[in-house]
């Protein structure tokens, strides 16, 4: 059972366009947090959201958590190439188990 | 440059062999983690070792033994692994086991199973 459902799966955009990648789960998570993954590397942590409602702003990347601390969405404003990569949602259960959503393959083509 | 380093980048073995992956981190973090990865998919955690302390074991096969000699160092132990064992093996640590601890992860090692 996938505890954290992640959308849409593929994303293949032109440079310079917005998408949003979403979070969603029955459960709620005492955080949630975004990592991107570039092949060949280990994912690498975006950011961690903690309070319902919170929202996080890096750069062109804003994200988003519910008030009910059970979804959280990732937009992205005038993507890049450099935006290209897995993008992977992860919700923080017990002894810090990290539970991950399928994951989002970006790709930004110039 | 990540602060998790594993060793080695890539391994490739008979289903025969014993061989060793290696992790270190120099953070001062308490937990470890080992998660395997399949090509575009998430990875799925495999071991979490708390204060050098196995915490959780996410029903592994035994082919698979993990180690945790000192806070800084943790090995997973390969023997007899099977052609579906390939993936890329990733370590992660964190400051402590508890909640929202940001993970680290290293670049992991890319495991070929002949």
């Known amino acids: 059972t996938q505890l954290l459902e992640q959308s849409p799966q593929f994303l293949s955009i032109q440079e310079g366009e917005n998408l949003t990648v979403y979070c969603n789960s029955s459960s709620v998570f005492s955080s949630l947090q975004w990592y991107r993954q570039e092949p060949g590397e280990g994912p690498v942590l975006l950011v961690t959201?903690?309070?319902?409602?919170e929202v996080k702003k890096l750069k062109r990347l804003t994200f988003q958590f519910g008030d009910a601390r059970k979804d959280s969405s990732l937009h992205i404003t005038a993507a890049q190439p450099g935006d290209t990569g897995l993008y992977l949602c992860a919700g923080a259960k017990y002894g810090n188990k990290l539970v991950f959503g399928a994951g989002t393959i970006l790709r930004v083509k110039s | 440059d990540t602060e998790v380093t594993q060793t080695p980048k890539h391994l490739v073995m008979g289903m025969t062999n014993k061989k060793s992956l290696k992790c270190e981190q120099h953070m001062g973090h308490r937990a470890m983690y080992w998660y395997k990865q399949k090509a575009k998919k998430p990875p799925e955690l495999m071991f979490v070792?708390?204060?050098?302390?196995?915490?959780i074991n996410e029903s592994v096969p035994s082919r698979f033994s993990p180690e945790c000699p000192n806070s800084s160092l943790l090995n997973l132990h390969l023997h007899a692994l099977q052609p579906e064992d390939s993936a890329l093996y990733l370590c992660a640590s964190s400051q402590s086991d508890r909640f929202n601890q940001p993970q680290h992860f290293g670049d992991g090692t890319r495991l070929s199973i002949l």
């Open positions: 959201v903690v309070t319902g409602g």
């Open positions: 070792y708390s204060y050098e302390k196995l915490s």
